[in-house]
């Protein structure tokens, strides 16, 4: 039964600290915008692809 009265303090100061650290997370913008970083990397793939394409196109093709 004692040890209760240590694990009730030590859940407290552990409830708070992760508290803290979702607000922190909140202020510093850490969720403001999901989604983007998803879609640059699709996006920036694709771009390089369409840029070889139109590369290759205005290329001439030699048929030695």
Known sequence: MN??????PISLLLVAAIIYFLFWA???GQFDDLESSGHQILMDDDR???EN???SKT??????
Do not use: G
């Open 53 to 55: 394409a139109d590369e």
């Open 59 to 64: 290329e001439p093709h030699n048929s030695d």
């Open 48 to 50: 390089n692809v369409i």
């Open 3 to 8: 040890i209760i009265y240590l694990l009730i």
């Open 26 to 28: 909140i202020r510093s």
